[in-house]
């Protein structure tokens, strides 16, 4: 089963934030999320593997709530850098490995 | 670690022709992925192998594809025969510990059927 995430595209101004979001129908064992930029492979930039459990990467962190099935994503003081599109990637309840991914956030930051 | 490599990073042949896509997971990781990338359908898991076994292939659109894992360093993704409608970027991932590091991802191979 698909995760879904809203918005599907953002547009922001350098220094401004962003929340992207990810939900899923089905328990989730644990949530990745990952960078394409264009024309590029997508870039592992973090997992969370426990219910409510937030983790920070850069001005980059995400939060779980396993209870509810979803994750965010939270951009703080965006960088051009940041440009890209993001995707989440769920494993259902048994962690086999098999990681599906919902179908991509677009971020453009502008200067 | 050199990361995950895949050959071609192009490919352009003609519809009915066979097309092989080439991969080298990293030493060490024990899953490998094939997934397919387009605008209309997104990131699709094709198929993946845990220590060379293929373990899920229901993403494999039809029959006209099909996957190997020979050994640890090398899996093929092999279209026969082609459709312009395969066009896409097909990408080949590896983790190890069933994925909580991370997937990494090759550069993938820009597939154009004619």
């Known amino acids: 089963q698909q995760p879904v995430q809203s918005p599907q595209a953002v547009i922001l101004r350098e220094g401004e934030d962003a929340v992207i979001n990810c939900s899923s129908s089905k328990a989730l064992y644990s949530v990745h999320w990952y960078r394409q930029k264009h024309g590029e492979a997508p870039v592992f930039l973090m997992i969370l593997l426990k219910g409510g459990e937030q983790k920070g990467h850069e001005k980059i962190s995400a939060s779980f709530n396993e209870k509810k099935q979803q994750s965010s994503l939270y951009l703080t003081a965006s960088q051009l850098s940041y440009s890209g599109t993001y995707f989440c990637g769920t494993f259902g309840s048994s962690n086999t490995g098999k990681l599906i991914f919902g179908q991509g956030t677009t971020l453009q930051v502008k200067p | 670690d050199a990361g995950v490599i895949q050959s071609p990073r192009h490919e352009v042949t003609e519809m009915g022709q066979e097309v092989t896509l080439r991969c080298k997971p990293i030493?060490?990781?024990?899953?490998l992925f094939w997934y397919r990338q387009t605008m209309m359908r997104g990131l699709e898991l094709l198929i993946y192998f845990n220590n060379n076994v293929p373990i899920d292939d229901s993403g494999m659109p039809e029959d006209r594809f099909s996957a190997k894992m020979p050994n640890a360093s090398f899996s093929t993704l092999k279209i026969q025969p082609s459709e312009p409608r395969d066009s896409a970027v097909y990408f080949c991932a590896s983790t190890s510990q069933q994925g909580v590091a991370g997937y990494t991802f090759g550069s993938g191979t820009r597939l154009t059927v004619v």
């Open positions: 030493s060490g990781h024990d899953y």
